[in-house]
């Protein structure tokens, strides 16, 4: 299989400079060991990590360095590539040995690899501000989407305090008043090094919740 430069192009919608780059961006290992897209993947890779990353933090300037990780690693995993990878048409041109072959959406590694090769075939070719563009207009509804990946106050102030201490907030509670079918309660929530903040609500959850949130304001957290 031969690659055809022009039908690449309006698929990526840009010149191309050096031919060279994207063949060995879209051959797979199985048709050549010495000329293949591995080392392109992992330099595409790399690029990707770097623009997702900074779109993140410029879209989320008040968010923890814990949900955006969380939001990037859903950006970055290898259904992601694979799904923009064969959205973009890339299985039309992998170079594979095995003729017979057809790509399908089961080959999720071979589209995820060559999605990253073919980023980083770009890159070199046409330099990291056509890159950034191509990457943000092809992750744009995975981006707008990664909101799922926001956590609860509790779950991330319990993943900052292992991180940083090895150990789990201690949550106590201070009193439970009113009637059963409309109890207050107020509860204290502490991790290593911290004052006591407190948190209140109408049941034991949405009080934990509440204290955590109100640690995680004084970390510049939340």
């Not at 840009?14 to 994207?22: A, C, E, G, L, P």
């Not at 997702?52 to 939001?71: A, H, Q, T, W």
């Not at 095995?98 to 071979?110: G, Y």
């Amino acid at each position: 299989m031969s690659l055809n430069i022009l039908k690449l192009e309006k698929k990526i919608k840009m010149k191309i400079r050096k031919k060279s780059f994207f063949i060995q961006a879209l051959t797979h290992k199985s048709s050549s060991q010495f000329l293949n897209n591995e080392k392109l993947e992992f330099l595409g890779d790399r690029v990707i990590g770097l623009v997702l990353s900074k779109k993140l933090f410029d879209l989320y300037p008040n968010e923890s360095e814990g949900v955006l990780d969380k939001r990037f690693a859903k950006l970055v995993n290898r259904n992601t590539c694979a799904l923009i990878g064969w959205s973009l048409g890339i299985q039309n041109f992998i170079i594979i040995g095995d003729k017979k072959k057809k790509i399908t959406m089961k080959d999720e590694k071979i589209l995820s690899d060559t999605c990253e090769a073919l980023i980083a075939a770009i890159y070199l070719d046409r330099g990291f501000d056509d890159v950034s563009n191509f990457i943000i207009n092809l992750w744009r509804d995975h981006i707008k989407k990664s909101y799922i990946t926001i956590l609860d106050s509790k779950t991330e102030l319990q993943e900052y305090s292992l991180k940083s201490f090895k150990k789990l907030p201690v949550y106590n509670v201070i009193y439970l008043k009113g009637p059963r079918h409309n109890p207050t309660f107020k509860i204290s929530v502490t991790i290593t090094g911290s004052k006591k903040f407190y948190g209140f609500g109408k049941s034991k959850q949405q009080a934990e919740l509440d204290a955590a949130k109100n640690l995680l304001k004084s970390l510049s957290i939340k």
